[in-house]
């Protein structure tokens, strides 16, 4: 049933299509952003008219400060962010704790860490392994953590408070562009996260996890031709990929016999990435 001209829906869209109508803007882009503004407001009081406002405030900031052109003097890979130093964790350490009343942001600098939710039967769902450049903790009211963060290799991290960013983004226009675009893909991440554990079987959601962090490190200057470092071991690996430890190893020794990707002692060589592609269903347009 299509929305009526007066449904929330249909009003949000309308401010979509009359941004678009005079700014250059993807779909993908678009989507990203709407879906990650509904998912960060979900259960606010007086949802439809926060969420328009929102949505309608945003959109009149991203036109009026627009992309492009040289970085501002606030620098993602310098050793300071809002005139915060980074901040070094040895490896398997936790940064935050589901459940925490804090509102302490992580930027990360370098290294790998894993978000992930414990479970009340002792396990864990790893949801994403933040990479350099990746926000974490950026919620749009106050209250308990979603998720715990921990390092699995040494983790450089720039730690602000939720003020001080918001104080910033609405300051630097270039900034502000360049955290919504990371949080809109952050929530197509989630998105692609939640197939493989409910819909995609064990060699898809193997093959495809693989691929992604091949664009992302990629992106960031970690991976080159179908070849990166990978730190996970096979347990955290299961975690992510919602599988037992048993399965997962199974499956990449399926994949390997294929001829299709490779994972020992660290290391990840896609060999056939065509192929690796066709097999998971592989579209990295939401990554960008």
């Not at 130093?85 to 040895?90: G, S």
């Not at 921990?150 to 730690?159: D, H, K, R």
């Not at 360049?178 to 692609?192: M, Y």
Request: aromatic fraction near 8%.
């Amino acid at each position: 049933m299509n929305a009526s001209r007066s449904s929330f829906p249909y009003r949000m869209r309308a401010v979509e299509n009359e941004y678009n109508g005079s700014h250059k803007i993807s779909n993908g882009q678009t989507a990203g952003i709407t879906g990650f503004l509904v998912s960060a407001i979900v259960g606010c009081a007086g949802i439809e008219a926060i969420a328009l406002l929102f949505m309608q405030a945003l959109l009149q900031f991203i036109s009026s400060h627009p992309a492009g052109g040289t970085l501002s003097k606030i620098e993602w890979r310098t050793d300071e962010f809002l005139g915060v130093a980074a901040k070094n964790y040895r490896p398997h350490s936790v940064l935050c704790r589901q459940g925490d009343d804090d509102d302490r942001i992580f930027i990360i600098k370098s290294g790998w860490g894993i978000l992930y939710r414990d479970l009340h039967n002792g396990e864990r769902q790893i949801v994403d392994t933040p990479l350099k450049g990746d926000i974490v903790g950026f919620r749009s009211v106050d209250g308990p953590r979603f998720a715990s963060l921990a390092s699995i290799t040494e983790l450089s991290v720039y730690e602000v408070s939720r003020k001080e960013l918001v104080e910033a983004v609405l300051s630097d226009g270039i900034l502000g562009n360049k955290i919504a675009c990371s949080l809109a893909r952050l929530n197509a991440i989630f998105a692609e996260h939640l197939m493989n554990a409910g819909r995609r079987n064990a060699i898809t959601r193997t093959a495809h996890f693989l691929l992604e962090l091949e664009e992302r490190l990629s992106a960031i200057g970690l991976a080159a031709h179908g070849r990166y470092e990978c730190p996970l071991t096979q347990h955290e690996l299961a975690d992510v990929l919602g599988m037992t430890t048993v399965h997962v190893n199974r499956t990449l020794g399926e994949l390997r016999k294929a001829g299709l990707v490779s994972f020992r002692a660290g290391h990840v060589h896609v060999m056939s990435r065509l192929k690796l592609v066709k097999t998971a269903g592989f579209d990295k347009e939401y990554l960008r």
